[in-house]
């Protein structure tokens, strides 16, 4: 296998708490490179990962910020650079879901998932492009979702802020690329999260049956992409849209 080495780095991962952003966290720290955790309010959460880091003498720190607030994410970038002096690898994965018939979906139902997953991957890639700017060099990775691509039933909140996310990816890809500053979304297909964990258990078997691969995706599945994303071996890489879902869009 090709070893990534990613010392001299400095990345952030929302929600790189939990779930799939743990993963992220713990594969770019392997990879050497500084990580900075974002997350929302599980503070136990964030210092467990920061605690597995140091264990293997990576280096992490946990930030608390709410990425649909420009107010926090203006101050949280600023901390970060304080700490670890530059960022250079942004993953906006932070992502919330509300799911409900769009017939039943209040209007605070929309507006939450939006602000989260839309909103604040504009908001932290806005405030982190200035010190990629001065770097001239940055690897933005958005996690969208398979489901942003072929949309879902009961989920137009988080449907139509995934395809989103894929536009944004495309638009920054265009705007910055002279910069040396690369944007790609990675779109997971079903992982087993805490997110997952909380769907019916019908809704957990149809996905299961689909998966081409035959098991649930685990969140390392999704962080080696992530990690191939931001390393030298993908520095021609840009604007793309990578599904890893074990086949289960191809049903
Ligand atoms: P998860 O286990 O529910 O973890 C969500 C993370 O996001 C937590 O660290 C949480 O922090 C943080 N967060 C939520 N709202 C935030 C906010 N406003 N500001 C900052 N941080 C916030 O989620 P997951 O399953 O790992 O999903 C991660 C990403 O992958 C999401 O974007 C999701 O849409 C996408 N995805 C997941 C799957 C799947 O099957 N799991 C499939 C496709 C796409 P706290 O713990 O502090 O609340």
Redesign the pocket.
């Known amino acids: 296998m090709v070893e990534i080495d990613l010392s001299g780095s400095v990345s952030v991962v ?8 743990r993963a992220i966290s713990l594969g770019l720290a392997k990879a050497n490179s500084k990580v900075a955790i ?5 503070t136990e ?2 210092l467990k990962v920061k605690e597995e880091i140091a264990s293997f003498g990576g280096v992490a720190q946990i930030f608390q ?4 607030s420009e107010n926090e994410v203006e101050h949280v970038i600023n901390d970060i650079v304080s700490q670890f002096g530059n960022i250079h690898i942004l993953v906006n ?4 879901t509300k799911d409900t018939l769009l017939l039943r979906m209040s209007e605070s139902d929309w507006d939450a998932v939006l602000d ?2 839309l909103k ?1 991957a504009f908001l932290m890639t806005k405030h982190a492009l200035k010190f990629m700017m001065k770097n001239s060099f940055g690897r933005i990775i958005n ?4 489901v942003g691509i072929t949309g879902n039933i009961g989920q137009a909140n988080y449907v139509a802020s995934k395809a989103g996310l894929i536009g944004f990816t495309k638009a920054v890809a265009l705007e910055y690329g002279g910069r040396n500053i690369t944007s790609n979304l990675v779109a ?4 087993e ?4 964990e909380k769907l019916p258990k019908n809704i957990k078997e149809t996905f299961l049956n689909k998966v081409v691969l035959k098991r649930a995706g685990l ?1 390392e599945d999704i962080a080696n992409t992530v990690v191939f994303l931001v390393s030298p071996l993908a520095s021609y890489i840009t604007g793309g849209v990578f599904v890893v879902d074990g086949g289960l869009s191809l049903t």
């Open positions: 929302t929600g790189g708490s939990r779930g799939i952003g974002v997350y929302a309010s599980r959460s964030a910020c709410d990425v649909s994965n932070a992502g919330i989260t997953n604040g996690i969208g979702s398979i997971p297909g079903y992982i999260t805490e997110m997952t969140p």
